[in-house]
């Protein structure tokens, strides 16, 4: 099993620009949610989904939209790059639930200017 | 008040010393806690769940304290390749879909 995986490794953007941070899994698992790591700030939720067709806010969307039409891929929308979006992004999955074991991605680094 | 607080550290320590952590949480109802550990530039693994009645896992004690809120991780005999940050998680959001990261504490582990 590959487990997690994210493409691109990097990216660089322009200001007003959009792109989609790819996500996908291939343990089946039902429950996936991208997180955001700014220095000193931990990791951020910014959306999750329980199950293909479901998708929710968590606590920084603003900027960022989602869909889940299969339950291996979730990819993540940037649809006007600012430079507050600069960070490093993480993809996860679980079995069921967001309290089970969560299993992460590489990450995706990416900067605004 | 952040919801989930931990000292960032970091903490030097030399080889075989033990160190403590501690993770404060701000929701009483909170009901899964976890440890992760991030190696630098790399994705957050799960150390251990924390478990009501404490749980060991070879050098790594994890206890939970519930009427003061916080949680602990104990590492004994350290060693240099236990330099990581390491994250206290949450699961704030009592519908279960939630979990909120502390910021890390980070530990360097010096022969």
């Known amino acids: 099993n590959a487990g997690v995986t994210q493409t691109p490794k990097f990216q660089v953007l322009k200001t007003g620009q959009s792109m989609t941070l790819q996500c996908a899994q291939d343990m089946n698992h039902e429950y996936m949610s991208w997180y955001r790591q700014d220095p000193g700030m931990g990791l951020r939720l910014i959306h999750y989904s329980v199950g293909a067709g479901i998708t929710d806010q968590g606590e920084v969307p603003n900027g960022y939209n989602v869909s889940r039409s299969t339950t291996e891929d979730f990819p993540l929308r940037l649809l006007s790059a600012a430079p507050s979006q600069t960070s490093v992004y993480f993809c996860?999955?679980?079995?069921?639930?967001?309290?089970?074991?969560?299993?992460f991605g590489p990450g995706t680094r990416l900067l605004v200017l | 008040r952040k919801e989930v607080e931990q000292d960032p550290g970091p903490f030097n320590v030399p080889e075989g010393a033990t160190v403590a952590f501690n993770c404060t949480y701000s929701?009483?109802?909170?009901?899964?806690f976890f440890w992760y550990r991030q190696d630098c530039r790399k994705e957050p693994k799960l150390l251990m769940s924390?478990?009501?009645s404490g749980n060991e896992d070879g050098r790594f004690t994890a206890q939970l304290n519930r009427a003061s809120q916080y949680i602990s991780l104990l590492i004994r005999d350290s060693k240099l390749s236990d330099s990581a940050t390491y994250l206290c998680v949450v699961n704030i959001n009592n519908a279960g879909n939630m979990l909120t990261f502390g910021g890390g504490t980070r530990l360097m582990v010096k022969p």
């Open positions: 924390v478990y009501s």
């Open positions: 996860a999955s679980s079995y069921a639930q967001a309290q089970e074991t969560q299993y």
């Open positions: 929701n009483s109802a909170s009901q899964s």
